[in-house]
Structure formats: structure tokens, C-alpha cells
């Protein structure tokens, strides 16, 4: 749709923001596969991989779990403002939380490093939340995750050989991860075993 946009409108690869998907929905206790989830993950993989592009994460707004509509737009303009500001404009701005740079996978637990750390990584509630683990079983389970300088390390006692992680990968997640800066991470993932949304056609 962007490059079509940008293709009709012929005035180059002018920038384009994306505002992710808030929260909606009620919060699941199951580790289940998630639309919603899926659908912020297009989001970023779209203003990952398309010049000038920039993703504005709002995982951590949203009024209210019935309400697809969220009333507070201020969060969401903000967001997208220092997008502009530091993608477009290239002023000396934090316009990103923090991203998922790579995966280091250990003798009972995974190591996730991150840039975007600005200011360092922040667990909001005290430590990280609403991370999952996965061995080659493919069964999710929830897992205990701590910070270590700009990296988290995650492990659970039911998962001894550890292979995948996710992140806030569910419709209501609870936003725990932030930089310094008060950006939040996007939800990630570390597999790419098929999701829901490649069966819909």
C-alpha cells in the first residue's frame, strides 16, 4: 500500500508513519497465538523494511479493552512527531523504544540484546513482564525474565532447553518495557513458525 501510495502520487519515497496498533481487547492468561499480535508485527516489519519509514509504538495506550478506538491522541501525535523529528528532520531526538537487536541462546536461558536503549532499558513495575518461552516442542509458557545492563535475560523451569521468545504477544498485553526516554519496546518475537493470519485469505 505505501509503495502504491507513494507510486500514485509521484513524489518519491516521501516519509510515511505508521502508528501500531494500541491495546484492545481483554488480557489473556493462555500464551495462544494472537492476531492483533501478528498485525503490530506486519506494522514494524513494514516501517522496518520500507525506506523512510518509522513506526510509532502505542502497546502501552488504549482506554479501554472494548473500545477499538482509543480517546487519547495526544500520546500516539507525540509519538509520531519524533518520528518526523528524528527520521525526517534529523534532529537529535529518541524517537524509538527499544528494538530487539539479537538473540543469544544459553545453557537454560536466552539473552536479548537490544539498542534503542536510550537513557537504558526500563522494566516498568519493576522487572520485565509478559515474556514467553518456547523449546523445540513449539508450547509456550510464561517466563521469568530479568534485566542485565542492556540486555534480558529470560528463562522458565518448564522450558530446560529454551529456543524461542516472544513478547507482549497478545490483543491487551501489559506494556512493561521501556527506555529511558519513556518509549516502549514494540512486541517482538524471536521465531517465525506460522502464525494465524498466513491462513486467512
Known amino acids: ?110 539473552k536479548l540484546h537490544f539498542d534503542h536503549v536510550d537513557g537504558g532499558l526500563i522494566a516498568k513495575g519493576g522487572e520485565p513482564g509478559e515474556f514467553a518461552i518456547a523449546g523445540d516442542d513449539r508450547k509456550w509458557y510464561w517466563a521469568n525474565a530479568r534485566l542485565e545492563g542492556d540486555t534480558i535475560v529470560v528463562t522458565c523451569s518448564s522450558v530446560p532447553s529454551p529456543k524461542q521468545v516472544r513478547y507482549a504477544w497478545q490483543a491487551n498485553p501489559k506494556a512493561t518495557l521501556f527506555n529511558g526516554a519513556g518509549l516502549p519496546a514494540s512486541p517482538f518475537r524471536t521465531d517465525n513458525w506460522p502464525g494465524i493470519v498466513q491462513n486467512i485469505h
Open 1 to 110: 500500500m505505501i509503495s502504491d501510495w507513494r507510486r500514485l502520487f509521484g513524489q518519491g519515497d516521501f516519509p510515511f508513519y505508521i502508528v501500531s496498533l494500541p491495546i484492545y481487547k481483554h488480557q489473556s492468561d493462555v500464551r495462544r497465538m494472537d492476531c492483533w499480535a501478528e498485525v503490530r508485527e506486519a506494522q514494524a516489519l513494514a516501517a522496518k523494511n520500507l525506506p523512510h519509514s518509522c513506526l510509532a509504538v502505542t502497546v502501552d495506550t488504549g482506554n479501554h479493552p472494548d473500545n477499538i478506538h482509543p480517546i487519547d491522541k495526544k500520546e500516539p501525535g507525540e509519538r509520531l512527531a519524533l518520528c518526523a523529528l528524528g527520521e525526517h528532520y534529523g534532529r537529535n531526538v529518541v524517537y524509538s523504544g527499544p528494538k530487539l537487536k539479537s538473540v543469544e541462546r544459553l545453557a537454560g536461558e536466552i
